[in-house]
């Protein structure tokens, strides 16, 4: 392919784009579980970007579906707060938790999968990490969904390096995938 009638070679090259590596960028490829009692995702939190979009699609047995941060392989059981809006239909409600040992979103059991977007603010940072989540969630036959959100924090100034998804009660099946928020445009 040569040069265009008409123009010079830097014409061309100026014509060029630049390809950046600005957006989302996948850190944790799509993980499939299935009748897990937990499932972890260890050194996924990094310095390489402050922010992380959490995708999870998820069902449980039985209970509640539980996020607890990890670091260096282990658990945090403590210092967990959150508050939340439930809508389903025309109504709703609001509920807050403090000082839990993790983080409650929600009853998931059934054969609906619940989809849940979770922003998290720089895990990695000793500093109490702040999460974001949407949520919605199938009734019976998809007739009806419970939209939910949820401002959460762990209050310890821990630097984490990983998440974990879990029930009290049964199992958990699904997919989840992590990304990162790029610092650079």
Known sequence: MGIPSGYTSAQVVQAVPVITTSGLVCVKAE???SAATSV?????FTST?????????AVTSAGDLLIKFRAGGTATSTGYNKQELLATGSSSQFTKATNQTSLNIGGTGGTFYNLFDIIVYAPQITQPT???ITAVKPVSDYADMYVGFYDCVQTSSTAFDGIEFSTAVGTITGTYQIYGYSKTV
């Open 31 to 33: 993980t499939t579980f």
């Open 40 to 44: 972890t995702a260890d050194s996924v």
């Open 49 to 57: 970007y402050r922010n992380y979009l959490v995708q999870l699609q």
């Open 130 to 132: 702040v999460l974001a």
